[in-house]
């Protein structure tokens, strides 16, 4: 007994002061995306608080972290401006619209972990995996150069002359205490002290610079004070269960599901990688939508798991579900009772944080293999970095996967080969080698000559396999052709699962399958397939 709570608690320490950490850097970021999606502060740090604590309790891959992101509160601003267009101003129907959509939303991902689909991450090429970090850090990048702005007249004007020096100043500072304390002890929590340092700087020395109480402010919102998240009642009075209903938060609900899915299971890959273990994706995809659910109950706007948080944790030691429940339940802590102190932690400090995670985030190798990969893997790299910036996540790694999936497609679609020979009775032999499948049938078809082939002809696919429908498609049409030429066609050497195939897909195929067996590694084949 007390090997095992010593075994579970010997990184309590890291993980604690990694979920402190983590906690400070999840308050701008939640407040930013509730603007972003057209609702207020605390509809994002409520989501951050009810998602970061289900999923770090009850998720696939402890020691991430998941909370209100960017890339859903992209598509929840036409939601909820769609919404709020079907009632009076005052009935703020979009908030509620939205709630029903996240629960839609979390409903679609506990479906997709019950079902198990949660393991096709696992097929995601490396070079989207490199094109989804890299653009996911210069992404990161960017949204932090919005803290270098502040409202003047109601405009968002960059910041100039003292206060950009001053701003820039803290920042810097903040990644040298970052950069060179773990040099000093690798013990000290960087990130943590970092903050802490510059927030006195800052405080004692009344330094007029943007924190996050005026960040809020600033947005629109009353502060960063609240009380512990209510039920919502009032959706089930102002969003109708009907058809019309369904139709409207129905597509939303799918792209967001899909959106967090895809950053939440890239998320879990490249965290697996780092801490050299390995997650559930199907557990994790069940803990989403579960969390998703019950956060649109109580008032949350959604959300999935945050790369650039998740890297604070692990870079800062985390690596249990302690550290994502401290951050969760330190973050609703200053939600209740430190709201005034954490409204006073300047956001240079936390830009400072984000820039760090940006730099450990890109991968810089990728500059040094360019020249050393397939030109067409490297295609691939940059594109999906670029489109993950243009347009968002999920439209990047789907684009990144079609165009692996075409590269490897068209390769093997060239590899196919069919070696002839003449048996003594002047029976032709096509010996196939390569797969069969739909970018290889046009030179499949290519290598028979039908005219001038004998009476009998035998495809032998000792070397090869029938694929997918195309490739039987192509056998029956090559059957028909050798029929209308008055020639016998057979085919030998396949598989027990392509046998199935063809006799599921044609009588005339089935007729065709030559069952003997008189090649004695076919022997050997088909005992291996029996064992397995």
């Known amino acids: 007994m007390v090997q095992f709570i010593r075994k579970r608690t010997k990184n309590a320490k890291n993980?604690?002061?990694?979920?402190?950490?983590?906690?400070?850097?999840?308050?701008?970021?939640?407040?930013?995306?509730?603007?972003?999606?057209?609702?207020e502060p605390l509809v994002g740090l409520y989501a951050a608080f009810m998602i970061g604590l289900i999923t770090?309790?009850?998720?696939?891959?402890?020691?991430?972290?998941?909370?209100?992101?960017?890339?859903?509160?992209?598509?929840?601003?036409?939601?909820?401006?769609?919404?709020?267009?079907?009632g009076a101003p005052e009935e703020n129907l979009g908030l509620y619209y939205l709630f029903a959509t996240v629960i839609l939303m979390g409903a679609i991902q506990i479906v997709v972990g019950l079902f198990k689909l949660g393991k096709f991450v696992r097929l995601i090429p490396h070079p989207v995996m490199m094109g989804f970090v890299n653009g996911l850090a210069i992404v990161i990048f960017l949204s932090q150069l919005d803290m270098f702005k502040e409202f003047v007249n109601g405009e968002m004007v960059w910041l100039h002359g003292s206060?950009?020096?001053?701003?820039?100043?803290?920042?810097?500072?903040?990644?040298?205490?970052?950069?060179?304390?773990?040099?000093?002890?690798?013990?000290?929590p960087e990130a943590l002290i970092a903050i802490g340092v510059v927030s006195a700087i800052v405080i004692l020395g009344k330094v007029d610079i943007a924190t996050v109480g005026s960040f809020i402010r600033d947005g629109g919102g009353e502060g960063l004070k609240g009380g512990l998240p209510q039920f919502q009642f009032e959706l089930f009075n102002k969003v109708p269960f009907t058809w019309e209903s369904i139709k409207f938060i129905g597509p939303y609900a799918i792209i967001l599901a899909a959106i967090g899915l895809i950053e939440s299971l890239m998320t879990l890959n490249l965290i697996d990688e780092l801490t050299e273990t390995r997650g559930s994706s199907n557990r994790e995809c069940v803990a989403q939508g579960g969390a998703n659910i019950i956060t649109g109950l109580f008032g949350g706007m959604g959300g999935c798991a945050m790369i650039g948080q998740s890297l604070i944790n692990i870079k800062s030691g985390g690596r249990t579900r302690l550290s994502g429940i401290v951050a969760a339940i330190t973050l609703l802590a200053f939600i209740l009772f430190a709201s005034s102190f954490i409204e006073q932690v300047p956001i240079a400090a936390l830009v400072g944080v984000m820039f760090m995670v940006v730099i450990g985030t890109f991968a810089w190798s990728s500059f040094r293999i360019l020249n050393k990969i397939p030109l067409s893997d490297a295609l691939v790299l940059i594109s999906v970095s670029a489109?993950?910036?243009?347009?968002?996540?999920?439209?990047?790694?789907?684009?990144?996967?079609i165009m692996s999936a075409l590269v490897f497609s068209w390769e093997n679609a060239k590899r196919i080969r069919a070696r002839k020979r003449t048996l003594d009775d002047g029976t032709r032999v096509y010996e196939i080698w390569g797969p069969l499948f739909f970018g290889s049938i046009q030179e499949f078809k290519n290598k028979f000559d039908i005219k001038n082939d004998p009476d009998?002809?035998?495809?032998?696919?000792?070397?090869?396999?029938?694929?997918?429908?195309?490739?039987?498609?192509?056998?029956f049409q090559l059957v028909e052709k050798y029929e209308a030429a008055g020639k016998e066609l057979h085919v030998q050497h396949l598989s027990e699962e392509c046998q199935e195939l063809m006799i599921k897909a044609s009588p005339k195929l089935a007729k065709v399958i030559d069952k003997s067996i008189d090649d004695p590694r076919y022997h050997v084949m088909s005992k291996v397939n029996e064992r397995v």
């Open 56 to 86: 770090a309790a009850f998720g696939g891959r402890p020691g991430m972290i998941s909370g209100a992101t960017g890339a859903l509160a992209v598509v929840m601003v036409s939601l909820v401006a769609d919404g709020n267009k079907m």
């Open 456 to 475: 009998k002809v035998i495809i032998d696919f000792m070397e090869s396999r029938v694929a997918d429908h195309s490739a039987l498609e192509a056998l």
């Open 15 to 39: 993980d604690i002061l990694s979920g402190l950490t983590v906690a400070l850097a999840l308050v701008p970021e939640a407040v930013a995306f509730a603007f972003v999606a057209g609702v």
């Open 387 to 401: 489109l993950t910036v243009i347009f968002d996540l999920a439209i990047a790694v789907i684009a990144g996967i």
């Open 163 to 188: 206060k950009l020096y001053i701003m820039a100043g803290l920042v810097f500072l903040t990644m040298a205490i970052m950069y060179f304390l773990p040099k000093l002890s690798k013990k000290l």
